[in-house]
T-cell receptor, first 115, second 114 residues
């Protein structure tokens, strides 16, 4: 059973471009969470999704950021018109429907660098 | 507003000795607490958790203690091993419904020396 898969592992974007981060949850997991870790900080919750639904997006910046988890395919975190301050490690986590989010399993992260 | 705090950014312990990592929280609604271990360039790995109805949970070399009145928890690793060297994150959640989001501390970097 493969773990949570994130790609790409590293992403470099110029200011103003779009960044797309992908997350494939573990098999059988229907809950997906995105977290962001800025340098020297802890992980900060961004958004919680189930298939085709955004359940909690209280941690998402109001502009430029969006997330989806379609019926088929991976979850996507999209950042439009990136700025230097978006440079961070973005982690995806997944959990099965019966266990809730308490023991979520994390992917290896995507390190976004905006130049 | 940092609801989960790890006030020690780093800790150095000799191999074989006990490592004690501390965590404080401010939100009384938190009722489930977790510790994650993180190596560089990897995602966090779940280590151990504790529900607010307990004050201790043990798993092998790892024990987590919870003091609800003080809003404090600690992770004890004994004996410490060089492979334990990593960043340890404390996390908390309100375990309502079928899922919940985690609030993380800023982490403590543990270095286990030979």
């Amino acid at each position: 059973n493969a773990g949570v898969m994130q790609n790409p592992r590293h992403l470099v974007r110029r200011r103003g471009q779009e960044a797309r981060l992908r997350c494939s949850p573990m098999k059988g997991h229907s809950h997906v969470y995105w977290y962001r870790q800025l340098p020297e900080e802890g992980l900060k919750f961004m958004v919680y999704l189930q298939k085709e639904n955004i359940i909690d997006e209280s941690g998402m910046p109001k502009e430029r950021f969006s997330a989806e988890f379609p019926k088929e395919g991976p979850s996507i975190l999209r950042i439009q018109q990136v700025v230097r301050g978006d440079s961070a490690a973005y982690f995806c986590a997944s959990s099965p429907p019966s266990r809730g989010g308490t023991e979520a399993f994390f992917g290896q992260g995507t390190r976004l660098t905006v130049v | 507003d940092q609801q989960v705090k790890q006030n020690s950014p780093s800790l150095s312990v000799q191999e074989g000795r006990i490592s004690i990592l501390n965590c404080d929280y401010t939100n009384s609604m938190f009722d489930y607490f977790l510790w994650y271990k993180k190596y560089p360039a990897e995602g966090p790995t779940f280590l151990i958790s504790i529900s607010s109805i307990k004050d201790k949970n043990e798993d092998g070399r790892f024990t987590v203690f919870l003091n609800k009145s003080a809003k404090h928890l600690s992770l004890h690793i004994v004996p410490s091993q060089p492979g334990d060297s990593a960043v340890y994150f404390c996390a908390a959640t309100t375990n309502t419904g079928t899922a919940s989001k985690l609030t993380f501390g800023t982490g403590t970097r543990l270095q286990v020396t030979l």
